[in-house]
């Protein structure tokens, strides 16, 4: 099992900055897992945002975020972060960290295939 912990979300003005961490702990994240962050407003379905291959680093990003978020990890701290620029009140939403260990490329935008799942942090872009 993979429990994931999710911190950093808040209430920001258009323009702003924000950094999400998403901790991983219960099984040592090997090379193949896939971590990705994914966020779901009241009555839009869960929209992927970002993904990041644990070994290789290798990313991908959702047409909406490309050029303004990035997705990173820090192995020694088993932690993962979505730098997010130039926030929008798109934006908005909970944003959720997910992980599984089987993933190809074609897959990663899928909430479905994932196993793991953070509870979730608020982002609210706007007064």
């Known amino acids: 099992q993979v429990q994931l912990v999710e911190s950093g979300g808040g209430l920001v003005q258009p323009g702003d900055s924000l950094r999400l961490s998403c901790t991983a702990s219960g099984r040592t994240m090997t090379n193949n897992y896939v971590m990705a962050w994914f966020r779901q407003s009241p009555g839009k379905e869960r929209e992927f945002v970002a993904g990041i291959k644990w070994g290789g680093g290798n990313t991908i990003y959702g047409e909406s975020v490309k050029g303004r978020f990035a997705i990173s990890r820090d192995k020694a701290k088993n932690t993962v972060y979505l730098q997010m620029n130039s926030l929008q009140e798109e934006d908005t939403g909970v944003y959720f960290c997910?992980?599984?260990?089987?993933?190809?490329?074609?897959?990663?935008?899928?909430?479905?295939?994932?196993?793991?799942w953070g509870q979730g942090t608020q982002v609210t872009v706007g007064s």
């Open positions: 997910a992980a599984d260990g089987t993933l190809i490329l074609s897959s990663w935008r899928q909430s479905r295939m994932y196993d793991y």
